[in-house]
């Protein structure tokens, strides 16, 4: 499968290829801006990529604005609980800008906001545990990937990845039985800015249904409690009514729908974006 690279424009990060047909800016840094607005329009237009998406400080919105990025979603305090993030889009044709079906996103983040005052801690069924993955599971973590997702648009289903992530700053959360997982999700730590993204949920078919990424999640925000992360966020698929009602239920916040943002088995899919002060 064509997975996008990761790469850096001075000192910030950015994740782009063909693969999603697009620009990620995941990390901006102040000793780039505002020079990189112009490097960033000269990679797209060099390999025709349909959309940047870029994670954008309070500090440097205007200078996105003024280039034609549009405000997508936003986080309050996301950098240390101090500084807001922007989620900015801009577009270089007229189908990626097209959200399809925003009324059943809205009625999905409907019927996800009415489940929100449902809260309440989730039990797991008898012979399901939690435990939080080591090294020595990267194979059956990956196979779980395969499982559920297709395609994905990071490289979730090898093994190498998996541990390379581990190795920096990511936490894999399990549920199990029988010690075969059957139920994950991690945590992407920024631990200099205090953030966190939720993220990788899933759950094998045959055990959906049982609240396993509510519990999941109760246990990824404890932990990132004790390490003194302040924000937590998710980037969700706006058309899966499951993880929106995960968040919703645990009190995440709504904050904006990035258009045709990522490609999930094959089609550009949007993703809502919720957020939770920790």
């Known amino acids: 499968m064509m997975n996008d690279t990761i790469e850096t424009i001075g000192s910030s990060i950015l994740h782009h290829g063909k693969y999603n047909d697009r620009i990620y ?26 959309k940047i998406i870029a994670k954008v400080p309070s500090y440097a919105k205007d200078g996105f604005t003024e280039y034609g990025y549009s405000v997508e979603a936003s986080i309050p305090g996301f950098y240390n609980a101090s500084e807001d993030v922007y989620f900015m889009g801009k577009y270089f044709t007229g189908s990626r800008r097209q959200n399809c079906d925003p009324e059943k996103i809205r009625e999905i983040l409907n019927a996800a906001t009415e489940k929100s005052v449902q809260g309440g801690a989730v039990e797991l069924p008898a012979g ?5 993955c080591d090294t020595s599971e ?20 090898e093994p190498e990845y998996i541990r390379k992530t581990m190795d920096e700053n990511f936490i894999y959360f399990s ?10 999700a991690s945590t992407e730590m920024d631990v200099v800015s205090q953030n966190v993204e939720m993220t990788d949920f899933a759950t094998l078919p045959e055990y959906q249904g049982y609240g396993l990424g509510v519990y999941l999640l109760q246990k990824m925000e404890n932990e990132m409690h004790k390490r003194n992360i302040r924000t937590a966020y998710t980037i969700a698929r706006a058309f899966s009514c499951g993880i929106n009602m995960i968040f919703a239920k645990m009190g ?27």
Request: charged share 25%; glycine share 4%; no cysteine.
């Open 175 to 184: 549920i199990r039985k029988n010690n075969k997982i059957v139920a994950l």
């Open 25 to 50: 800016l995941l990390k901006l840094s102040r000793h780039d801006f505002p020079g990189i607005l112009d490097e960033l329009d000269e990679l797209a237009s060099k390999e025709k990529y349909s």
């Open 128 to 132: 399901l545990y939690y435990k939080i």
């Open 138 to 157: 990267i194979n059956q973590i990956a196979e779980v990937y395969r499982t559920v997702f297709e395609t994905y648009p990071f490289p979730i289903h």
């Open 252 to 278: 995440y916040r709504y904050s904006g729908t990035l258009v045709n943002n990522t490609n999930i088995s094959g089609n550009f899919e949007s993703m809502n974006v919720w957020y939770k002060s920790l």
